[in-house]
């Protein structure tokens, strides 16, 4: 009787330990599974691109309109491409000071294609223009003194005014290619003003 007791109560206590293992289970203290997320990579910023402060170009345009004012027994007189085709070609280097401030030396030549008279030379424009410009973007408009020894197809020095605008789109490889309207102003042997549309090709490096 005392062993069937016995075994009885071995039995209870054998139980009461399996079905209190769920509950240790539960009471165990909850893992914490950190997750570090990767710092953000630093922001690349582009370099500027290099300052290419030279500049060379050459232009070429055709006359538009030249009005000369009375000088002596010459009337005054407005000339155009049906009186006389006159074009202009200019090659000159520059120099940047300043982003928007170039410093430039540009040589002018002309020559009267139609109109001349018997014998008269068809060298009709040679001139030196030290000039200054603004420059924005694409845009920029300068101008400066112009020394012109020939003027007028004479060898005969000539003073004057040289200004322009134009605007121009990049190419690539330094290389741009602008529109411009250049007004050159004569005073010496002749009082006159030109208007010339141009179109110019020029580097910068």
């Avoid at 062993?3 to 539960?26: D, E, G, K």
């Avoid at 232009?59 to 309109?65: E, K, R």
């Avoid at 040589?107 to 009267?112: K, L, P």
Wanted: proline share 8%; with cysteine; aromatic share 12%.
């Amino acid at each position: 009787m005392r062993l069937i007791r016995l075994r009885a109560l071995v039995t209870t206590a054998t139980a009461a330990v399996f079905l209190s293992a769920p509950a240790w289970a539960q009471d165990a203290a909850p893992v914490t599974v950190t997750v570090t997320a990767p710092a953000p990579a630093p922001d690349v910023v582009p370099s500027p691109p290099a300052f290419r402060p030279w500049y060379t170009y050459v232009s070429y345009g055709i006359n538009a309109i030249t009005y000369t004012a009375a000088s002596g027994k010459m009337a005054a007189s407005t000339t155009g491409p049906g009186d006389k085709v006159i074009q202009f070609e200019q090659v000159g280097i520059g120099y940047w000071v300043h982003q928007n401030i170039r410093v430039q030396v540009t040589g002018m030549f002309g020559e009267t294609l139609t109109g001349l008279k018997p014998g008269q030379s068809s060298f009709t424009l040679g001139a030196v223009i030290p000039c200054v410009f603004y420059t924005l973007g694409g845009f920029a408009i300068g101008g400066g003194p112009m020394f012109a020894p020939r003027a007028f197809g004479a060898d005969n020095f000539n003073f004057g005014l040289f200004s322009v605008v134009s605007y121009g789109v990049k190419l690539g490889a330094g290389l741009s290619l602008a529109l411009a309207v250049q007004v050159p102003v004569m005073f010496v042997q002749k009082d006159s003003v030109a208007v010339t549309p141009a179109i110019n090709l020029s580097e910068r490096f």
